[in-house]
């Protein structure tokens, strides 16, 4: 599968920005989809996944309350809602695709980023003072 994230920008702190990720390649909902990111400097860090139907989310304690995790199956692709965006949430944000159709994710599996078997190439996120 390939993806390809879109939506990275400049916003001020406050502000909002909506990520997107579509993929093509295996019927999408074979996969739970997960967000992560990666600051200049830092090791790349979880911060949201999405079961194959939707029907569970999770997110890194940093973003609960002002990110949100949805997706499309009719097109193929992941949304993720950045509402009071702060500066330490700079980074490149990357999606990545999961192949396990409706298994289930075990206790700390959606944030290790070794379940998943496709990245896409990346985003830029950047939150202004």
């Known amino acids: 599968v390939q993806l390809v994230e879109s939506g990275g920008g400049l916003v001020q702190a406050g502000g909002s920005l909506r990520l997107s990720c579509s993929a093509s390649?295996?019927?999408?909902?074979?996969?739970?989809m997960g967000w992560f990111r990666q600051a200049p400097g830092k090791e790349r860090e979880f911060v949201s996944a999405i079961t194959s139907n939707g029907g569970t989310t999770f997110y890194t304690d940093s973003v609960k309350g002002r990110f949100t995790i949805s997706r499309d199956n009719a097109k193929s692709t992941v949304y993720l809602q950045m509402n009071s965006l702060k500066p330490e949430d700079t980074a490149i944000y990357y999606c990545?695709?999961?192949?396990?159709?409706?298994?289930?994710?075990?206790?700390?599996?959606?944030?290790?980023?070794?379940?998943?078997?496709?990245w896409g190439q990346g985003t830029q996120v950047t939150v202004s003072d």
């Open positions: 390649g295996r019927p999408f909902s074979m996969y739970a």
């Open positions: 990545a695709a999961d192949l396990r159709y409706s298994r289930p994710f075990l206790d700390g599996e959606p944030q290790d980023g070794r379940q998943y078997e496709y």
